[in-house]
């Protein structure tokens, strides 16, 4: 894991977020060099005491993790590349933990498994009340309580029908 410091983070994405608005989206995609952003959805913010709740069966045969910040959440859309070379979209789930003050903090991507070919199998869709492959979010959740940054991406265009994870 790597430390950044959070508000570093977050401006950036409120930079892209802000230059995204005046049009510059369209600019980047169709740009697509590797990690471009283009697009960043705030998706709420999960305080402490809702993290605990949904950890709790989680971690129900484990020891709840010492969690201590509540946690802003993003969907993220960006650009990679191919086995090809060609341009790839990515999709990405980001947990910021929200701190009083400024602080450098580990980062953790998480790679998860794939749980089948479908749209609705991409891992940042799924819906921990029907199906527990992964619990994917609250895993995220909690690592994010704990203070440490979580990236959380789908696999190569995980979002739509196509997934070349099955080449």
């Known amino acids: 894991m790597r430390n ?12 892209l977020v802000l230059v995204g608005a005046g049009g510059a989206a369209a600019a980047v995609a169709a740009v697509a060099e590797p990690g471009a952003l283009t697009s960043v959805k705030d998706t709420g913010y999960v305080p402490i005491a809702d993290i605990r ?7 129900k045969n484990y020891p709840l993790p010492a969690l201590q910040n509540g946690v802003d959440t993003y969907r993220l859309t960006f650009w990679s590349r191919d086995f090809d070379g060609s341009p ?31 749209d609705a ?17 609250e895993n995220m959740l909690a690592y994010a309580g704990m203070g440490i940054i979580t990236i959380f991406p789908d696999s190569y265009d995980a979002a739509k029908v196509y997934t070349p994870t099955f080449r």
């Open 4 to 15: 950044v410091r959070v508000p570093r983070v977050f401006a950036l994405v409120s930079i």
């Open 53 to 59: 709740a949904r950890s709790a069966a989680l971690f």
């Open 88 to 118: 790839a979209p990515i999709t990405a789930l980001l947990y910021l933990p929200r701190l009083a003050q400024s602080a450098e903090l580990p980062v953790l991507v998480f790679g998860s498994g794939t749980t089948g070919i479908g």
């Open 121 to 137: 199998c991409a891992p940042s869709l799924e819906v921990a009340e029907g199906r527990h492959f992964g619990d994917y979010k």
